[in-house]
T-cell receptor, first 114, second 111 residues
């Protein structure tokens, strides 16, 4: 079975703090993709990153960074120097090669206070 | 223009009514999906289609039906709406290389 767990339901931080959102996944597939999406209060889903299961290099994009570790089946997302505009619900998702179906975690609501 | 367009964006209706949510895409993708989002549950797959002649049930298809009228169009129907189908609905297309592209969602409220 495939599953994505985001154990943190809600996180609150003060602006400029660093924050890490956890994502743990389960799959028997040897090839798969992992994603992070952002859902701001307006409701749309904004694609942030896609990671191939064969590529364990960490990635940094501005204030965002992702730590992919196959040994612990985790794909964690860190926001450095958080800003109020980062307030949103963040979803981690898993996709198997072939079906393209996305299995989503339940999301983590991040609130960044000024 | 948006690549994946959902109509309507918001809808309030009554129990027992038939409702259709429409999705159209300009990306030329064969694969299309319908998800629903409920608070605390994330997004769950309702139906998906790999081409015009291929329709598949997702994990929560009961109470829903779909129609793939053309490569670019994928409609979701609630034949007799019930209050627990109140949710945010997303349509998506899939690029095998890059992942899924989502519409902006349809907020559906059933009274």
């Amino acid at each position: 079975a495939q599953k994505v767990t985001q154990a943190q339901t809600e996180i609150s931080v003060v602006e400029k703090e660093d924050v890490t959102l956890d994502c743990v996944y389960e799959t028997r597939d040897t090839t798969y993709y992992l994603f992070w999406y952002k859902q701001p209060p307006s409701g749309e889903l904004v694609f942030l990153i896609r990671r191939n299961s064969f590529d364990e290099q960490n990635e940094i994009s501005g204030r965002y960074s992702w730590n992919f570790q196959k040994s612990t089946s985790s794909f964690n997302f860190t926001i450095t120097a958080s800003q109020v505009v980062d307030s949103a619900v963040y979803f981690c998702a898993l996709r198997s090669v072939g079906t393209d179906k996305l299995i989503f975690g339940t999301g983590t609501r991040l609130q960044v206070f000024p | 223009d948006a690549d994946v367009t959902q109509t309507p964006r918001n809808r309030i209706t009554k129990t027992g009514k038939r409702i259709m949510l429409e999705c159209s895409q300009t990306k030329g993708h064969d694969r299309m999906y319908w998800y629903r989002q409920d608070p605390g549950l994330g997004l769950r797959l309702i139906y998906y289609s790999f081409d015009v002649k291929d329709i598949n049930k997702g994990e929560i298809s009961d109470g829903y039906s779909v129609s793939r009228q053309a490569q670019a169009k994928f409609s979701l129907s609630l034949e007799s709406a019930i209050p627990n189908q109140t949710a945010l609905y997303f349509c998506a297309t899939s690029d095998p290389q890059l992942g899924q592209h989502f519409g902006d969602g349809t907020r559906l409220s059933i009274l």
